[in-house]
């Protein structure tokens, strides 16, 4: 499975941004799929992550309210849209795929085993 993540970039406070991470290789339809974010001199934190159902979705606390993250199996994409951005939100933005994956462990980077390179988020202040 590749996983190619784009749609990152500059955008001021209060701006939104929608990422976007094609997957290819495999359908991902019974995948849980989730976002990370890692900003300089940070650990890798989780975002965002969509149950195989593609109903069910999870998010930090940090986030919620303001990301909304989907999944279209038809297309093997999965997204981020992220409204109402902060120089906080400022990071590497990963997306993951397991086929494994238990709702325990969803939050948990290393649990992962597919990963896309990565998109740069920048809000400015």
């Known amino acids: 499975v590749q996983l190619q993540a784009s749609g990152g970039g500059l955008v001021q406070a209060g701006g939104s941004l929608r990422l976007s991470c094609a997957a290819s290789g495999r359908s991902f339809r019974n995948s849980v799929m989730g976002w990370f974010r890692q900003a300089p001199g940070k650990e890798r934190e989780f975002v965002a992550a969509i149950w195989r159902n593609g109903v069910n979705t999870y998010y930090a606390d940090s986030v919620k309210g303001r990301f909304t993250i989907s999944r279209d199996n038809a297309e093997n994409t999965m997204y981020l849209q992220m409204n109402g951005l902060r120089p906080e939100d400022t990071a590497v933005y990963y997306c993951?795929?397991?086929?494994?994956?238990?709702?325990?462990?969803?939050?948990?980077?290393?649990?992962?085993?597919?990963w896309g390179q990565g998109t740069l988020v920048t809000v400015s202040s």
């Open positions: 993951a795929l397991d086929f494994t994956l238990i709702l325990s462990s969803i939050r948990m980077s290393r649990q992962y085993e597919y």
